[in-house]
């Protein structure tokens, strides 16, 4: 009618200069205030207010700003029916509405992140990581993806760590990239030690052995603690067996303190020989070895598992449609999964109506999620709740916070296949022939890098199991067999990642 055909024109001229070319569609946040301001009469503040609680969806704030909104519209003779119709239009936009330069600034920023990905792709990681220190979870991920892509992602290294993520380039890196983690990120290992540490490899070279790191590293803040946290997360494993190094570390401080007190004396002994009347340093081998530890070390003071994982150990007990925790976040809420791991924080707390119920953090290798046991679950899964417990979880995908979690239904113990006697290795010989199993290599590339690391794994354990090689259509036996064990599974995932199996 007349006043409709009346209103239309009044909107026009009223959205025109505010919209322009984009008229008829709401595209950023600037545009929806100016709406608010011209069509119904809001101050700056109050269009604020109303962008707020648009982008942010709080529906007690959305449904006052309905309210003044449309009465608004309608002191400026806009009818009830349009200016409801107006409103409707402003929500949906509430999903992807954006600041004009946040939109342009964050263009450019994918641009540039992904030319420095395709480029220079060891670089950009160790720059990553380094951004994610504080996010264990996110490391973990990245990690992930550092193998995917052919780069080894390494526990610290006396010679080879600066304090933050590096890109590793030597002699004896030049057929693999490499990143190294910092030894500032190491727990207990302060900022004055790093830098005394690589100031001394920058100035006097690269250290020769145990005795010439002790020898050249004089400093107060290389006591218990820090030296303990760089053995336990491989530092020196250049050197020696973190085991070992631990049963000594008494020795290793007293030999380092002697020479600290006895001051720059170089005509009594040299760095590399020790000799004369310099202190000497003799270890002592420890009765027992539990390199098990080492994954629980580097949780504790790097806050992922790098070397190794507690499910590594245990892989043929897995269950085969498992799903994988980095990749929760794909899924839609409601899913109903199967995921394994092992406990990794617990909290208990009391429900309003005072039952007890449990929040957990489950880690697998690819990274971590929080498990909710609401009271009736708990009831019948208490005793399974145990830190480092390894756990399979059934339950649902949820979304409720942004942040993917499980809510349990069951939860059972990971059962351990039994390790079986030791044998003669003629019997060995015999029983893995017996199994009739073979490994396949599903690698995602397969370029001389590749080729060359995993020749060497196989030939480094030569056993009885066949070894075959998938590579788009065709299939291939590889010459020579292989003997599984946890540590070379754990190797061959270095190489090639996920992308193998056994049967």
Request: net charge positive; proline share 4%; aromatic share 8%.
């Amino acid at each position: 009618g007349k006043k409709g055909t009346k209103q239309i024109i009044y909107l026009h001229e009223k959205l025109k200069p505010i919209l322009g070319k984009t008229y008829g569609i709401a595209v950023y946040q600037e545009q929806v205030m100016e709406i608010s301001r011209s069509l119904a009469g809001f101050s700056y503040g109050q269009a604020d207010v109303l962008r707020k609680a648009v982008g942010k969806k709080i529906k007690a704030l959305l449904d006052e700003q309905e309210g003044k909104m449309i009465s608004g519209m309608m002191d400026n003779n806009i009818s009830e029916e349009v200016a409801k119709k107006i409103w409707e239009f402003i929500i949906p936009f509430a999903r992807y509405g954006f600041n004009r330069a946040h939109a342009a600034s964050y263009a450019m920023i994918a641009y540039q992140t992904a030319y420095l990905k395709a480029n220079f792709p060891t670089q950009f990681m160790a720059a990553l990581m380094t951004s994610d220190l504080q996010n264990s979870d996110r490391i973990a991920l990245e990690i992930t993806d550092c193998r995917k892509m052919g780069i080894d992602v390494l526990p610290p290294d006396i010679n080879e760590s600066y304090t933050i993520f590096t890109m590793v380039v030597s002699a004896e890196t030049q057929t693999r990239p490499r990143i190294r983690f910092g030894l500032q990120a190491i727990k207990n290992v302060g900022e004055n030690i790093t830098k005394v540490i690589i100031r001394e490899r920058k100035a006097n070279g690269p250290f020769k052995n145990l005795e010439d790191f002790l020898t050249r590293v004089k400093d107060k803040d290389l006591n218990k603690k820090s030296m303990e946290s760089l053995i336990k997360t491989g530092a020196f494993d250049r050197f020696a067996d973190r085991n070992l190094l631990l049963y000594n570390l008494e020795k290793l401080l007293k030999f380092n303190k002697e020479l600290t007190e006895a001051g720059n004396k170089p005509n009594l002994f040299s760095a590399a020989g020790l000799t004369g009347g310099a202190p000497t340093l003799k270890l002592e081998t420890p009765e027992e070895t539990n390199t098990a530890l080492y994954c629980t070390w580097e949780k504790d003071l790097l806050g992922i598992y790098l070397s190794a994982h507690p499910l590594d150990a245990v892989k043929d007990s897995l269950p085969f449609d498992r799903q994988k925790l980095s990749s929760l976040n794909q899924l839609i809420t409601g899913t109903v999964i199967k995921a394994a791991g092992s406990v990794q924080g617990i909290k208990r707390i009391l429900t309003k109506n005072n039952q007890a119920m449990l929040f957990a953090t489950l880690a697998d290798e690819s990274g971590s999620a929080e498990i909710l046991v609401f009271p009736k679950t708990l009831e019948k899964t208490s005793l399974l709740w145990q830190e480092d417990a390894l756990l399979i979880v059934k339950g649902k995908v949820s979304h409720t916070d942004g942040n993917a979690k499980i809510i349990c239904d069951t939860v059972e113990k990971l059962k351990i296949k039994e390790n079986k006697p030791k044998s003669t290795d003629a019997t060995k010989k015999s029983n893995e022939a017996k199994t009739n199993k073979r490994l396949i290599l599903k690698p995602d590339r397969l370029d001389q890098e590749i080729i060359s690391a995993l020749k060497d794994l196989l030939q480094k354990y030569p056993g009885t199991i066949p070894v075959y090689i998938i590579s788009g259509q065709k299939t291939v036996k590889i010459n020579g067999e292989v003997a599984i064990s946890p540590e070379f599974l754990t190797q061959l995932s270095d190489i090639i990642g996920d992308s193998w199996s056994i049967d």
